[in-house]
């Protein structure tokens, strides 16, 4: 299993670069404010799976998650791409809560790979990463049986940025 912790942070961090690269290269299908959140999601995983953020770092993180997933819903009320946001947004904000957890859990002392610090998902913390992980995923099958208003290339590319998504944020909560 201590094998596979290291793995996972990087196999997070992968999907939130695919996931970032998906939803730049869908343009115009996507507001500033979602390629925003998809990118700092990017960045923010790819500093947990190098694992020197520390506790402080972690806290700095995750409330950089928050304000990116709320930057990413911000007037977006009403427009076509609104659920994709709000995916993105929810994304944001499981990376935030691992995030918290990852600072709770370090002690003060250096963060093990992906900010988790190795502890289990128990707490209020651990309990809000599973459903906010359930939401995520379950989410991402609700938007792949309902038909959306893109064809072509952007549809395909929104389709893989979504799956990217919920695998990375997966991964992040077995890291935990």
Do not use: K, Y
Not at 40 to 63: C, I, N, P
Not at 134 to 149: D, E, F, I, S, Y
Request: aromatic fraction near 2%.
């Amino acid at each position: 299993m201590d094998l596979l912790l290291p793995t996972a942070s990087w196999l997070m961090a992968a999907a939130a670069l695919v996931s970032a690269g998906a939803c730049l290269a869908a343009r115009r299908a996507v507001p500033w404010q979602g390629r925003q959140a998809a990118v700092v999601m990017a960045v923010g995983m790819l500093l947990m799976a190098a694992g020197g953020t520390g506790a402080l770092g972690a806290l700095l993180l995750g409330a950089l998650m928050l304000v990116s997933g709320m930057i990413g819903t911000m007037g977006v009320r009403g427009a076509a791409s609104a659920a994709g946001c709000c995916h993105r947004a929810l994304g944001a904000l499981v990376m935030a809560i691992c995030a918290f957890h990852g600072a709770a859990g370090s002690g003060g002392q250096g963060v093990a790979s992906a900010g988790h610090a190795g502890h289990s998902l128990g707490g209020v913390l651990g309990a809000l990463i599973v459903l906010g992980t359930v939401a995520v995923v379950g989410w991402t099958l609700a938007a792949a049986l309902r038909p959306t208003g893109h064809r072509g290339r952007t549809a395909r590319l929104l389709a893989v940025e979504s799956w990217a998504m919920a695998i990375g944020v997966v991964a992040m909560s077995l890291v935990g």
